[in-house]
C-alpha cells in the first residue's frame, strides 16, 4: 500500500466552508480561530475554500528580497504582502487561483507531516487526471507541476498537530502578477488550469471536484457549511 | 536536567530549525511554544516538555536535525 494512502477505514465528519472572495487579513483571522477550536476539540475537520484579493505571502523561509516589483508597481496594482508562519517562501494569492486551507488534526492522520502533504498534492494530481491533465510531484520541491510548469503550491503550519494554511491551485490567475516574484525563492513558471482544458472551469467547479478526491484519501465525509449563516455568525 | 529532542513527525529525513522562540536563559511554562522547525514547506511548533529553565541551545537557528537529535536543555 502507498503511503499516502490511509491506513484506517474509519470515516472522518468534516465540515466544507466555501467562502468564495474574501480578503486574506480576514481568512486569516479565521483560521486561527478555528485553529484554536480544532485544537480544542471543538468543531470537527474543517476545510475553508477561498479566493482571495491580490497578495503576496512570506512563509517563514522566505525573504521580502524575493519581491521583484517596487513598492509603488505594488500599490498601483492592489498588492499587499504579508509575513506569515507556514512554511516555504514567497507566494503569490490572487483572483482566479482556489485556495485551500484544511484546520484539521493529523493525529487522526498518522502523525505524519510527509503524508499530509503528498495526501494534498495526491487529491490535485487526482483531480487533474479527472479533467485530463496529467499532473505530478517534483522530488525536493513539494507542490503539483505539468511538465515543467508549477500548478498548485503547498505550505502549512502545524501547532498540536492541528493544521493550518495549506493549498493553492491555479485556475486562471494573472502570470503578471507571479512575475513580480520569484516564487518560492526560485524562478518558476507557472500555468494555470484553463490553459490546459478545453471549457474552462469555475473555481466552484474545481472546489467542488477537488474535495471529492481529498474525501477517500483522508477518510472525510463532507458536509457544506453555509458561508452567509457563517459569517453572521463570526463577524 | 530534562532533553529536548526532536519527535517522530512521520516519513521526513530531516528537519530546519526554522527559530527559537525562547533565548537561553529563559524560564518556560511546560507547554509553552519553544522553537518552529520546518520540513516540506511545513512549519511545525515543538513545546516545552516541561517548566524550568532554558539552559542550553543545542541546534541553532538554520542548523538542520533528525528524528531524535538534542535539540535543547532544560533545568
Same mark, same amino acid.
Given at each position: 500500500?502507498?503511503s499516502?494512502?490511509?491506513?484506517?477505514?474509519?470515516?472522518?465528519?468534516?465540515?466544507?466552508?466555501p467562502?468564495?472572495?474574501?480578503? /486574506?487579513?480576514?481568512? /486569516?483571522?479565521?483560521?486561527?480561530?478555528?485553529? &484554536?477550536?480544532r485544537?480544542?476539540?471543538?468543531? +470537527?475537520?474543517?476545510?475553508?475554500?477561498?479566493?482571495?484579493?491580490? !497578495?503576496?505571502?512570506?512563509?517563514?523561509?522566505?525573504?521580502?528580497?524575493?519581491?521583484?516589483?517596487?513598492?509603488?508597481?505594488?500599490?498601483?496594482?492592489g498588492?499587499?504582502? /504579508?509575513? !506569515?508562519?507556514?512554511?516555504?517562501?514567497?507566494? /503569490?494569492?490572487?483572483?482566479?487561483?482556489?485556495v485551500?486551507?484544511?484546520?484539521?488534526?493529523?493525529?487522526?492522520?498518522?502523525h505524519?507531516?510527509?503524508?499530509?502533504?503528498?495526501?494534498?498534492?495526491?487529491?490535485?494530481?487526482?483531480?487533474?487526471?479527472?479533467?485530463? +491533465?496529467?499532473?505530478?510531484?517534483? *522530488?525536493?520541491?513539494?507542490?503539483?507541476? !505539468?511538465?515543467?510548469? #508549477?500548478?498548485?503550491?503547498?505550505?502549512?503550519?502545524?501547532?498540536?498537530?492541528?493544521?493550518?494554511?495549506?493549498?493553492?491551485?491555479?485556475?486562471?490567475?494573472?502570470?503578471?502578477? $507571479?512575475g513580480?516574484?520569484?516564487?518560492?525563492?526560485?524562478e518558476?513558471?507557472?500555468? &494555470?488550469?484553463?490553459?490546459?482544458?478545453?471549457?474552462?472551469?469555475?473555481?466552484?467547479?474545481?472546489?467542488?471536484?477537488?474535495?471529492?478526491?481529498?474525501?477517500?484519501?483522508?477518510?472525510?465525509? $463532507?458536509?457544506?457549511?453555509?458561508?452567509?449563516?457563517?459569517?453572521?455568525?463570526?463577524? | 536536567? &530534562?532533553?529536548?529532542?526532536?519527535?517522530?513527525?512521520?516519513?521526513?529525513?530531516?528537519?530546519?530549525? !526554522?527559530?527559537?522562540?525562547?533565548?537561553?536563559?529563559?524560564?518556560?511554562?511546560a507547554?509553552?511554544?519553544?522553537?518552529?522547525?520546518?520540513?516540506?514547506?511545513?512549519?511545525?511548533?515543538?513545546?516545552? *516538555?516541561?517548566?524550568?529553565?532554558?539552559?542550553?541551545? +543545542?541546534? #541553532?537557528?538554520?542548523?538542520?536535525?533528525?528524528?531524535?537529535?538534542l535539540?535543547?536543555?532544560?533545568?
Amino acid at each position: 500500500m502507498t503511503s499516502w494512502l490511509r491506513s484506517s477505514e474509519k470515516t472522518l465528519e468534516a465540515v466544507h466552508l466555501p467562502l468564495g472572495h474574501a480578503d /486574506y487579513a480576514t481568512t /486569516y483571522r479565521l483560521q486561527r480561530r478555528l485553529h &484554536s477550536l480544532r485544537s480544542h476539540g471543538e468543531i +470537527v475537520d474543517t476545510v475553508l475554500t477561498v479566493e482571495h484579493n491580490p !497578495v503576496f505571502t512570506i512563509g517563514r523561509s522566505g525573504s521580502a528580497l524575493n519581491v521583484l516589483a517596487p513598492p509603488e508597481v505594488l500599490q498601483q496594482e492592489g498588492i499587499l504582502i /504579508y509575513e !506569515v508562519e507556514r512554511g516555504g517562501n514567497i507566494t /503569490y494569492h490572487g483572483p482566479g487561483q482556489l485556495v485551500i486551507y484544511p484546520i484539521i488534526d493529523l493525529r487522526d492522520q498518522g502523525h505524519d507531516l510527509h503524508r499530509y502533504i503528498r495526501n494534498l498534492e495526491q487529491a490535485v494530481i487526482n483531480f487533474l487526471s479527472e479533467v485530463g +491533465v496529467r499532473g505530478r510531484r517534483h *522530488p525536493g520541491f513539494p507542490g503539483v507541476w !505539468v511538465n515543467s510548469y #508549477k500548478i498548485a503550491s503547498v505550505g502549512v503550519y502545524v501547532k498540536h498537530w492541528v493544521t493550518r494554511h495549506g493549498l493553492a491551485l491555479n485556475i486562471a490567475v494573472d502570470k503578471a502578477h $507571479f512575475g513580480m516574484i520569484n516564487p518560492c525563492g526560485m524562478e518558476i513558471e507557472v500555468v &494555470s488550469l484553463n490553459e490546459l482544458i478545453e471549457g474552462p472551469l469555475t473555481l466552484e467547479e474545481v472546489a467542488t471536484g477537488l474535495l471529492t478526491k481529498m474525501e477517500p484519501l483522508f477518510g472525510w465525509r $463532507f458536509t457544506r457549511a453555509n458561508p452567509h449563516k457563517f459569517w453572521e455568525g463570526w463577524q | 536536567m &530534562s532533553e529536548v529532542r526532536l519527535p517522530n513527525l512521520g516519513e521526513i529525513d530531516e528537519v530546519t530549525v !526554522v527559530d527559537w522562540l525562547k533565548k537561553e536563559g529563559e524560564t518556560l511554562k511546560a507547554g509553552e511554544d519553544l522553537l518552529e522547525v520546518e520540513t516540506e514547506k511545513t512549519t511545525f511548533v515543538i513545546e516545552a *516538555p516541561q517548566a524550568g529553565q532554558l539552559v542550553r541551545i +543545542v541546534k #541553532k537557528k538554520g542548523e538542520r536535525a533528525c528524528l531524535d537529535d538534542l535539540l535543547a536543555e532544560i533545568e
